[in-house]
């Protein structure tokens, strides 16, 4: 069973990887796509309301933040779409950290929440050669680890 796409996902960027084995029996992973987070730079430059004459700001940042969380995910789910179609992939696994995994829930609708296998691992950091040796891929990809 160790062919498998699947998708690492953080906060920053979402990675769409493919996972196999190859002739030798080691697994190779490899990224073949990948969405940046870019909502940070449209926030530049944007007046806020929250926002004095003297240009401080009074609010907690904690509001901005699940905005940016949401729209990402948002986008991450178009993204997600485009690709089953476009890959014509039949199933994907999702690795992401728990308070993103939320995000997604929340904006994924049933078609394609249908063909997603979705588990909570922040990997985002992680390098492909990192992965190959990953517990969590390891699994996905049907492979004992230390095999």
């Not at 690709?83 to 014509?88: D, G, M, T």
């Amino acid at each position: 069973m160790a062919d498998q796409w699947f998708l690492v996902v953080d906060t920053r960027r979402a990675r769409l990887m493919h996972g196999s084995t190859l002739r030798t029996g080691r697994l190779h992973v490899d990224a073949h796509e990948v969405l940046e987070n870019r909502w940070e730079e449209h926030e530049r430059g944007r007046p806020s309301r929250l926002a004095g004459k003297t240009g401080q700001y009074y609010a907690h940042w904690g509001h901005e933040d699940e905005e940016r969380l949401q729209r990402f995910a948002r986008d991450v789910v178009v993204w997600i779409d485009e690709q089953l179609e476009r890959r014509q992939i039949a199933e994907l696994t999702v690795f992401a950290p728990p308070r993103l995994l939320g995000a997604l829930r929340q904006e994924m609708p049933p078609r394609i929440a249908e063909r997603l296998r979705v588990l909570k691992a922040d990997l985002g950091k992680l390098t492909p050669a990192d992965l190959v040796q990953h517990a969590a891929v390891t699994g996905l990809l049907g492979v004992e680890q230390g095999a």
